[in-house]
C-alpha cells in the first residue's frame, strides 16, 4: 500500500492531464457515463473517440449552445474573419452555413 501511495504522489496528475489522449478519454467517459473498464469504451479506437467528439463539437444541440454561452454576457457568432479561419482549417461553406443556422435555430442572431 505504502509503494502505491509514493507512486501516486510522485505522479503529476497536472502533467498526465496535459495529454491529449488523456483529455479525449476523459471526455468519453464524463459525456456517455461510461467507466474506463467498460469493454465498449475499451473497444473504441482513438479515430472513433475523435469522430465522436468532432460530431459533438460540429452539431451542438440547443441544450449544448446554452450551456456553452451565457446570452446577457457572451452571444455565439460566426463573423466572417471567423468562417475566413474556419475554411483554412478545411471546413467548407456549406458546413460554416450549417453552424450559422444551427447557432439562429438555438436563439442566437447572426449578425454579421
Not at 464524463?30 to 469493454?39: A, Q, S, Y
Request: charged letters at 40%; a negative charge; zero cysteines.
Amino acid at each position: 500500500m505504502a509503494s502505491f501511495r509514493n507512486e501516486l504522489e510522485a505522479t503529476n496528475l497536472k502533467d498526465a492531464v496535459r495529454d491529449e489522449s488523456v483529455r479525449l478519454d476523459l471526455w468519453v467517459i464524463n459525456h456517455f457515463r461510461v467507466l474506463p473498464t467498460d469493454d465498449r469504451f475499451k473497444r473504441l479506437t482513438e479515430n472513433q473517440k475523435n469522430l465522436l467528439f468532432i460530431g459533438w463539437l460540429e452539431n451542438p444541440s440547443s441544450e449544448q449552445l446554452k450551456e456553452w454561452y451565457d446570452r446577457k454576457e457572451d452571444t455565439p457568432v460566426i463573423t466572417d474573419e471567423d468562417a475566413k479561419n474556419f475554411e483554412e482549417l478545411g471546413y467548407r461553406k456549406e458546413q460554416i452555413a450549417r453552424m450559422r443556422d444551427q447557432l439562429e435555430k438555438a436563439g442566437y442572431r447572426q449578425d454579421y
